[in-house]
């Protein structure tokens, strides 16, 4: 999967009011030819999960695709064993 390394991904903005209440802010980063929204939100889904906050509702009012960027090569691991990399941006941990 290196020729990825010149592709494109999407950056979907997450917010996600976390069990205590306080928001968590994270990006979703999937190459752009993921873009069967239920996919991406199940990336979102696994993430709040590893991070304790299992079943939280993630959807189009939490989830939004903000913009394209260049794929980082630090990203790239990531994309490739799990289809998505997480950027942890506030309240995260």
């Given at each position: 999967?290196?020729?990825?390394i010149?592709?494109?991904v ?33 990336y ?17 009012k939490?989830c939004?695709?903000?913009h394209?960027?260049?794929?980082k ?5 990531e994309?490739?064993q ?7 941006m506030e309240?995260?941990?």
């Amino acid at each position: 999967m290196k020729e990825i390394i010149q592709r494109d991904v999407n950056v979907w903005d997450t917010y996600v009011t976390k069990k205590d209440g306080t928001t968590m802010h994270f990006d979703i980063i999937a190459p752009v030819e993921v873009s069967n929204t239920e996919t991406i939100y199940n990336y979102g889904k696994a993430y709040l999960k590893m991070k304790g906050q299992e079943g939280l509702p993630l959807s189009a009012k939490q989830c939004k695709l903000c913009h394209i960027e260049t794929l980082k090569p630090e990203w790239l691991e990531e994309i490739v064993q799990k289809g998505y990399f997480i950027i942890e941006m506030e309240g995260c941990n």
